[in-house]
């Protein structure tokens, strides 16, 4: 995979909800075509209304080249191995894995929209919490609106009065995607490689998406919301309800906390749990000598666990705790 992904998203024309068509309509033209750049100018002033300036259309061009729809070669433009690809298979996962792999942000916001709608201002926010290295500035939202059409011309993201939601596809990829995609060896930056998304359990390895993991941890500010842990190498991205007995919910964000490994494998071993009111229960089996264990769960049983708003949905807690045979 690409690690030098592209920040900028550049729309197409045709309208929020057309790319994917626009897209389609260029890439037929010049696989047909392989026109020069004059004729591939000459043919968007043609084919759509009101575009005229050179610059704004070699802009868009230049784009479908850097993500490797698009070639040129000997003066001429074709298709890159991107293009080909989608072409010959012409099915949206197709395009959603390639447009995925070489921009950033696209699936972090999928799985952030699986936690509820959002408005573009709080797309925004998230973009730039998840992937600082945007840069953009707090409160801009014309590359957040990019990201979502692109979405939204894919048949993932349907926008319903001021805000964002996943549609039913939208959900069926983020269901199987937090697995799929685990391999990608993406990381944020300034994290010294330790948001990689495999991890270890009590269990056994795991592997998630690394945009899920990272999204996760910013909705919680790179904090462990038990112990305090706020250094992203430290922190796993633990399941309320078990990865392997219910994979519906794999990613879900409302279904994991960002724990410390520690605190993730005494979670997994149910030294600890969570109430539907937050609060933190302790085994009453639960022994240790550890002046951490005792400060961060067995002193502070009873007490109540800082979650965000729309953080754990206290129903997979009481469902969680239902299988706990001292709650």
């Not at 039913?168 to 010294?192: K, L």
């Not at 592997?207 to 919301?225: G, H, N």
């Not at 309800?241 to 071993?269: C, G, I, M």
Request: with cysteine.
């Amino acid at each position: 995979m690409p690690t030098d992904r592209l920040q900028s998203i550049v729309p197409m024309f045709g309208g929020g909800t057309s790319y994917v068509e626009t897209l389609d309509e260029i890439l037929t033209y010049v696989r047909a075509n392989e026109p020069t750049t004059d004729e591939l100018v000459r043919w968007h002033r043609e084919q759509f209304a009101r575009v005229s300036s050179q610059k704004s259309i070699m802009r868009r061009v230049n784009y479908l080249r850097d993500v490797g729809f698009l070639a040129h070669e000997g003066g001429e433009w074709r298709l890159g191995d991107a293009g080909r690809e989608y072409v010959h298979e012409g099915d949206t996962a197709t395009l959603l894995r390639i447009m995925c792999n070489r921009n950033v942000g696209l699936r972090s916001l999928l799985y952030a929209l699986a936690a509820g709608p959002m408005t573009i201002e709080e797309i925004s926010d998230q973009q730039l919490d998840t992937h600082p290295e945007l840069g953009w500035s707090r409160g801009e939202t014309d590359m957040a609106t990019q990201r979502a059409n692109w979405l939204r011309s894919m048949g993932l993201v349907e926008k319903r009065d001021r805000k964002y939601a996943l549609t039913d596809e939208g959900h069926r990829f983020v269901e199987s995607a937090v697995e799929d995609w685990a391999d990608t060896g993406w990381t944020t930056p300034d994290t010294d490689g330790h948001s990689a998304g495999t991890y270890e359990t009590a269990a056994r390895a795991r592997a998630v998406d690394p945009e899920f993991r990272a999204t996760v941890l910013s909705r919680y500010e790179e904090t462990c919301p038990v112990s305090g842990v706020d250094h992203p190498g430290l922190l796993d991205v633990a399941h309320v309800l078990p990865w392997s007995e219910y994979p519906d919910y794999r990613a879900d964000p409302s279904n994991v906390l960002p724990l410390s490994k520690t605190h993730h494998a005494a979670f997994d071993r149910e030294l600890f749990t969570i109430d539907r009111d937050y609060e933190l229960r302790v085994n009453p089996d639960f022994e240790t000598e550890s002046d951490l264990l005792e400060q961060t769960i067995v002193d502070r049983a009873g007490e109540p666990v800082a979650l965000p708003d729309g953080g754990v949905d206290p129903e997979y807690l009481a469902r969680h705790n239902a299988s706990l045979g001292w709650v």
